[in-house]
């Protein structure tokens, strides 16, 4: 079944027109997007981490919490699932052991990223990578480590917010040399810098839609027309279940004005949703006290969420 799955999705990238992947983050929002008849699903790191663990995605969730969704959600799903691994969860062996884990797990693909250990959720400043030349040799492991050719290797550069467009697109054409099947350049500014990157290359490119995010939110004959093969709307779904249920999102932060709080206060108002803050004395306090509390399985299953979605 899960090989059927990955073929699928390999001969749907060779053909015309643009793959869409909502974003799934627990079991009944990728029951739902199953049921609507998309090329792909995209479970979201985001998400996944925030729903699943109550925690925020910024390198919390390890290699065990993760397979453990990728083998639930695969299990489940009759559509190809494109599976977020963050950095790969450590060094050259993690590497191998999360790709393997993957593929075992069920996934069609996995996305792979350069950022530096603990990561950053993704369109957010100050995102650090390791050296170009470590991640060719982490995307190097991952394509020998897979045993079937038709599990997508999705390389992710993380490098246009601190180092710029040009240096994304250096790391980008390395990726490819190295056996990617699909780049991912992250958080590109505007359309002009979208359309250059889709001038760049011949692999199949992603876009990442995030609503109110750095990139242009764009149609998906616009995606078409300046080279994306397929595009990732990660989020949407969540912030539609927070909408929809205002009172049910929480997070928790080491105290009043400190970095995740101003980025949760911005979320909401960007997102123009509601979200209760739980200030903590500290760090580690608030990752122990339940400092992101999620609660969208009650909300997903009303009928109005699946209008929504």
């Not at 899960?2 to 699928?8: F, P, S, V, Y």
């Not at 393997?100 to 957010?124: N, R, S």
Request: hydrophobic share 40%.
């Amino acid at each position: 079944m899960n090989e059927t799955l990955r073929a699928r999705l390999k001969q749907r990238l060779q053909e015309p027109g643009l793959v869409v992947a909502p974003g799934v983050f627990d079991m009944v929002s990728l029951r739902l997007a199953d049921s609507f008849g998309f090329d792909a699903l995209y479970m979201t790191g985001y998400g996944t981490v925030a729903s699943h663990m109550g925690l925020p995605d910024a390198g919390l969730a390890t290699y065990s919490d993760m397979v453990g969704r990728v083998t639930a959600m695969a299990g489940m799903a009759k559509t190809p699932l494109i599976a977020d691994a963050d950095t790969g969860y450590g060094g050259l062996l993690n590497m191998r052991h999360t790709i393997q884990g993957y593929e075992a797990a069920g996934a069609a693909a996995i996305q792979l990223e350069d950022q530096e250990f603990p990561k950053k959720c993704g369109h957010t400043p100050g995102r650090r990578v390791i050296p170009m030349e470590d991640m060719v040799r982490k995307i190097q492991v991952a394509v020998d480590s897979r045993t079937d050719p038709n599990f997508l290797i999705i390389a992710r550069t993380d490098a246009r917010t601190t180092l710029g467009l040009d240096e994304a697109l250096r790391r980008a054409e390395a990726y490819a040399r190295a056996g990617a099947d699909i780049l991912f350049v992250e958080s590109p500014e505007s359309e002009e810098e979208m359309r250059r990157i889709g001038q760049s290359f011949d692999l199949p490119l992603l876009a990442n839609m995030v609503e109110k995010g750095r990139t242009p939110v764009l149609s998906r004959q616009e995606l078409e027309s300046i080279g994306y093969k397929l595009a990732i709307f990660p989020v949407t779904a969540l912030l539609a279940a927070a909408r929809a249920n205002p009172t049910e999102l929480s997070y928790g932060t080491a105290g009043i004005g400190s970095t995740h709080h101003l980025a949760g206060e911005l979320l909401a108002s960007m997102s123009k949703t509601k979200l209760l803050h739980v200030p903590f004395r500290g760090d580690s306090a608030s990752l122990t006290g339940t400092p992101f509390r999620v609660t969208l399985m009650r909300v997903m299953s009303e009928p109005r969420m699946r209008k929504l979605v």
